[in-house]
């Protein structure tokens, strides 16, 4: 009985402990829901502050907290452009606001047709008077041109900036493929179709390469006039024609030669910058660490300027990212979610609707449900646009086929109208290792598709017939709605890339303008005054879970180190690994017809926790 009564007495402790334990962490959670919104409470006058430790982003990816969990760090910052857009635009209306400054320490860029944006919006500031200073260790192309638009630009004497233009190479692996005896068997149709090219070749197609020096040639052009007319003391051709002979006539100092280049204003550290903001904008009361200076945070400045929902209602639907099959995202554009976004839509009392897309491609049958999904809104009788973000080729432009009017901006890269399919087999390879296969058919058909034994002819002549009917679609779509011969849009198709502002004069767009040109559009057409609408952004409800685990995940304890030039360019191992990574998936995965521009400037996105593929990959989905 004693014993018994010991271990009852064990049993009910560790039940009373079980009970503090399970108590504690339930009002630890509590108030992590509870404070994991940002309260217009927190806003004061002084500042603003954008601290921009990651990329800028059309839609931000939904966490994914296992897969943060497995692979041990932290995701990457995401800031949607329309929020950063929207912060600024109420800072320069809002006497509580006496500057903006921008840390861009941490800064990984974004698409060009997003910096311009917030570029603009950080004029409209500058134009109510209220100057604009950024500060970081070094400035990359995005960051200079985010720059250029401030009226005080910093520079840690440590660190420099550097201008690089667009363009770069890209990995080939038709010799690989060869010693590895994979026959990488390639459908396509398109001469400029260049996806499939880094299976077949070692070097790029002079095709291709006719089409990439012309668009990259038409973006630098641009950037380099977005920064001369926003800064106009900057000697770009100094910095870029011979930049190893401007820094060794600053004695390897890359600071002093930003200095003098006209790159940056003023050298100084983060203690030096945050007095000299604190000098037009407040010492802060609450903090008395060297730097220190009055200001507001993004998240809790927007909680305090909410969109306004006055009036009719216009519906924005975004597709961002590489479209595929199925549910993925947000940040990718799953076709049967967005489809299904746009359905549920139906029943609201729409009066127009915009497409807002920022993707290279992908998937055609995903693209396809989208452009279903819209063309149901469409038979509704209300007016569609369609507003072209950084990238919109390939199945970007295949689910914009039904819009109504099509707005880009000059850095838009949109077109590479053509279909391709890549299907690796492995009867080389087999044979070089004594693996054959054998046995008994029906029909020609019968056991196919063989990735041991090859495929036979038909198959072949099966599947690049159905390439071929899939382009002849696509080319049917943007013929219907361009109102364009099918023999003109062949022209213009094959694969081709354009930039916007070429797009606009071919045909493939109707006029310069972004998100807000196209809502303005579509107000109009729906007889809809100024003050008598408001954009709703479908399917983009950000919970307070999503909140909660971004600040699990991503405190400011959590951000990397400072940028500096070096670690800049380390960084593109990163873009090395995920080119080989898509590369791979591209090859081996399971895809139907593609619709892909794989030459185009990735929409820049971040893994935000997410694996791909690899075991831990596979592990996560298991949990799941």
Known sequence: MIFARKVWHLLVGIKDGLSLVFLLLFFALL????????????????????????????????????????????????????????????AADDDRIGSVVLDLTRFMGGGQVHLTEIGSALDRVRAAEKPVLTYA???????????????????DPMGGASITGPGGNRLYYGELLDRLNVNARVYKVGEYKSAVEPYLRSDMSPAARENYEALYGALWEEWQANVKKARPSTDIARVTQNPAEWLQANG?????????????????????????????????????????????????????????????RIGVVTVAGTIVD????PGTAGGDRISRILDEALDEDLKGLVIRVDSPGGSALASEEIRRAVLRHKAKGIPVAVSMANVAASGGYWVATPADRIFAEPESITG????????????????????????????????????????PPEVDAILQSTIEDGYDDFIARVSQSRGLSAQAVDRIGQGRVWDGGTARQIGLVDQYGGLDDALGWVAAKAGLAGDDWHPVFLGTEEGTYDTLLRSLFMPAEARGPALDNFAMFAGQQDALL???????????????????????????????????????????????
């Open 137 to 155: 260790v070094a400035y990359a192309d995005d960051g200079m041109m985010l720059a250029a638009h401030a009226s005080e630009v910093w520079l």
């Open 326 to 329: 199925g549910d993925a995202g």
């Open 416 to 455: 590479s109208i053509g279909i391709f399919a890549v299907i690796p087999t492995f009867e080389e390879a087999a044979n070089s290792i004594g693996v054959s296969s054998d046995g008994v058919k029906t029909t020609v058909l019968s056991g196919q598709p063989d990735l041991v034994a090859g495929f």
């Open 31 to 90: 108030y992590a829901v509870l404070t994991a919104r940002p309260s217009p409470a927190m806003v004061q006058d002084g500042a603003l502050l954008l601290e921009l430790d990651g990329i800028i982003v059309e839609e931000r990816t939904e966490i994914d907290p296992f897969a943060v969990l497995l692979s041990g760090s932290a995701p990457t910052g995401e800031y949607p452009v329309r929020e950063l857009v929207r912060a600024l635009d109420a």
């Open 252 to 312: 390897g100092d890359l600071a002093t030669a930003a200095l003098r280049a006209g790159l940056v204003d003023k050298l100084g550290n983060r203690a030096q910058f945050g007095a000299r903001v604190a000098e037009i904008s407040g010492e802060d009361e609450w903090d008395d660490m060297p730097g220190a200076f009055a200001h507001t945070e993004l998240e809790p400045w927007l909680a305090d300027n909410p969109l306004e929902e006055i009036g009719e």
């Open 578 to 624: 995920a080119q080989l990574q898509g590369d791979l998936e591209r090859l081996t995965g399971t895809r139907g017809m593609q619709a892909y521009c794989l030459e185009c400037p990735a929409p820049h996105r971040s893994a935000s926790g997410r694996l791909d593929s690899g075991w831990l990959a596979m592990l996560a989905r298991l949990i799941n």
